[in-house]
């Protein structure tokens, strides 16, 4: 496969987020389409190429040592400024569905380390997370 974009990587980070529990549910991927069409980070983007890059990375998984290339490519793909941001943008995919399951948090995990986010990123992360999905 050939090295993703910083843009394409990005979409990675949420489409492993979203694959890691084996299921990918109609609200996650709304979010991700979401995410695509109104960032900034996104700017520029083509929001109807966000379906074929989630596509290729799925497809990527699927081979030996998918996991492992994907996780090395996206860490070459997001220059160190737009490494928060990957981790905002699965921390939220993760938490869309109001369920986070075991998997997606061994996910997070391992793309927390992977990407070097501080500890008190995380933290304040996760805790905009949680007020951003807060229901009544």
Do not use: H
Request: hydrophobic residues 50%; glycine residues 4%; proline residues 4%.
């Amino acid at each position: 496969m050939k090295q993703p974009t910083t843009q394409e990587a990005l979409i990675y980070v949420m489409v492993m987020v979203s694959a890691s529990d084996r299921d990918m549910v109609d609200p996650e991927l709304s979010r991700i389409g979401f995410i695509v069409g109104n960032l900034p980070v996104f700017e520029g983007f083509p929001v109807a190429r966000t379906l074929d890059v989630a596509r290729q990375c799925q497809a990527w998984l699927q081979r030996d040592n998918g996991f492992e290339e994907i996780l090395e490519a996206v860490s070459e793909a997001i220059p160190e400024r737009l490494r928060e941001t990957a981790y905002l943008l699965a921390v939220d995919i993760a938490v869309v569905d109001l369920s986070v399951e075991p998997e997606e948090l061994r996910m997070l995990q391992i793309l927390r380390d992977r990407l070097g986010i501080a500890r008190e990123a995380v933290s304040a992360i996760q805790r905009a997370a949680k007020a951003r999905f807060q229901r009544l």
